[in-house]
């Protein structure tokens, strides 16, 4: 059974913020990119989607913007936001892929894979 954190930090030590509602995001799709040690694929980094990371993503098997009305998935489109799995976001960034991220909105598990120094140069400004 899933069970959240409660008082989730993200990645600048104050109190995670949602990610995005519309499409619904994270792992509990309560729009927020809480984790659990059930979370495997640590669904932690709140991005913004590009065209160029959508078929980033899609190259590498996990095909992000078809819609899958089967899992209540309506597919995503450059600008919407997303809890990506942190090691993709990596991933993307060694590629030359990732997009952009929100910090109040990224777990603090994400500095498990990147440093704040990294999240912060390609942080959404404000």
Not at 27 to 56: I, M, Q
Not at 80 to 91: G, I, K, P, T, Y
Not at 108 to 120: F, G, I, K, M, S
Request: hydrophobic share 30%; net charge neutral; proline share 7%.
């Amino acid at each position: 059974m899933k069970t959240k954190t409660p008082k989730a930090k993200n990645v600048l030590g104050t109190e995670l913020k949602g990610c995005s509602d519309q499409p619904k995001t994270g792992f509990f799709r309560d729009g927020c990119c809480n984790t659990t040690e059930e979370d495997f694929g640590a669904h932690t980094v709140c991005a913004e989607v590009t065209e160029d990371f959508l078929g980033y993503s899609k190259q590498m098997g996990n095909d992000l913007s078809t819609p899958r009305p089967e899992y209540g998935f309506p597919g995503l489109k450059p600008g919407d936001r997303w809890c990506l799995c942190a090691s993709r976001w990596v991933e993307a960034l060694e590629a030359g892929k990732a997009p952009r991220l929100v910090l109040e909105s990224t777990h603090e598990r994400t500095l498990d894979y990147a440093p704040l120094a990294v999240l912060q140069r390609h942080a959404i400004p404000g």
